[in-house]
């Protein structure tokens, strides 16, 4: 059975509903109605730990996220993440169609800020990536990603019209057609489109809009073809989309290969606790000619039976039977035991060194701080890693037909 309650706040004039659990004095939610168009919501788990406090407003019957949502872990009411919303109006419409609302989410992991992401959504139409996405560790920026401005025609007047899903259900790939942009005399017109490419979750994992080197007209999609082999599609002739399936490597049934190129069966995996989960590898397009290789790289940390712990590259993981190994080494980089924090940086990130080495200017800098020449623009995914308390560490990464090491502290 679920309680409602009401009560006024005598000081501030609102108006609260409480909400119990089902025969319990256990709240579930709490909504006060502080005017006639704002309502701030506070959630309860059934242990009685508050994990969201919400603003929400009505406005010619369109209900949508104002201000900042706080939201907290249901279990332990730790910090999870801040969304603070901004409502815009794409004309002098009333339609709910005819509002933007971008959202600032800043996500957290045990207190700690993980990254800032920018969302974008038109009245009822799912979100879109926009702007400039940020990934932390320890509170400090790793790398970043970009998307279309915010303010980007692009991401204004998208209208969805299909949703592909792959066989598995595993993934979906949302098509949006964008605003009229090209006409031609005597041969009607086209539309451009926006492909989005999420997980079930709803996790973003690839956006492609019509301003992509890879994008298509709207009216040219109409099948997608999927090899969730490779983790790709095909949305038209010429164009693909691929992606890293980070649930997709089975170590154990390379056992018995590592064990061939090791020379012996005293190892094993070197697993570092992390945001990500515990993990002794990452896949990523590491190393090769991207034209020739579409398989990912896999890079494993293994121990030896002297407590050494080594990094080993598995190129051709997908191939069975054509697996490659070797080591990356570097002649001050032999032993990674010290690391604690182990990850992909993907292509096109920028990297660079915060710290300057000597000098009046000895220390940590932002990246603002750092000359255009001394950032480093990815062509394949990198490796990154940092120690789990000093948070020393770096880039290891493929350039010019050899690996190469960023510092960063």
Not at 159 to 170: A, I
Request: charged share 25%; net charge negative; proline share 3%.
């Amino acid at each position: 059975m679920l309680i409602y309650l009401s009560s006024a706040n005598p000081l501030f004039g609102q108006k609260r509903d409480s909400l119990y659990w089902s025969d319990s004095s256990i709240l579930k939610e709490v909504v006060f109605q502080v005017n006639d168009s704002l309502i701030k919501r506070f959630k309860f788990s059934p242990k009685g730990i508050r994990y969201s406090i919400e603003h929400e407003s009505t406005a010619f019957a369109c209900t949508y996220s104002i201000l900042t949502d706080t939201l907290f872990n249901e279990s332990n009411g730790v910090l999870r993440a801040t969304v603070e919303h901004q409502i815009k109006r794409l004309s002098q419409s009333k339609s709910c169609d005819s509002l933007i609302q971008i959202s600032n989410i800043r996500l957290y992991q045990k207190g700690e800020l993980q990254s800032i992401n920018r969302i974008k959504k038109i009245g009822s139409y799912a979100p879109c990536p926009c702007g400039e996405w940020k990934y932390y560790e320890h509170n400090l920026p790793v790398f970043d990603s970009t998307f279309a401005s915010c303010q980007s025609r692009y991401l204004n007047n998208l209208t969805l019209t299909k949703v592909f899903w792959s066989p598995d259900s595993n993934y979906l790939l949302e098509l949006y057609r964008e605003d009229l942009f090209i006409v031609m005399p005597g041969q009607g017109s086209d539309h451009g489109a926006t492909l989005v490419l999420k997980s079930k979750s709803g996790e973003v994992i690839k956006v492609v809009s019509s301003d992509a080197s890879n994008s298509a007209l709207h009216r040219d999609i109409h099948t997608i073809r999927w090899d969730l082999d490779k983790n790709s599609l095909w949305y038209n002739r010429s164009s693909n989309i691929e992606w890293i399936n980070e649930e997709s490597v089975d170590l154990e049934k390379m056992r018995a290969k590592i064990n061939g190129f090791m020379g012996t069966t005293k190892w094993d995996y070197f697993n570092i606790p992390s945001v990500f989960g515990d993990r002794s590898y990452i896949i990523g397009e590491f190393y090769g000619e991207p034209e020739y290789d579409r398989t990912l790289d896999v890079v494993v940390l293994i121990q030896d039976s002297m407590g050494s712990v080594k990094m080993l590259i598995v190129d051709h993981y997908n191939y069975d039977g054509l697996e490659q190994f070797d080591f990356i080494e570097f002649e001050h980089l032999e032993d990674f035991g010290w690391i604690g924090h182990f990850k992909a940086v993907r292509k096109g990130s920028p990297i660079w060194s915060n710290w300057v080495d000597g000098g009046n200017d000895e220390g940590h800098r932002t990246f603002e701080e750092v000359p255009n020449n001394e950032v480093e623009y990815l062509s394949y995914d990198a490796i990154s890693i940092h120690a789990g308390e000093s948070c020393g560490g770096g880039f290891i990464f493929w350039k010019e037909n050899r690996w190469n090491w960023l510092q960063q502290e």
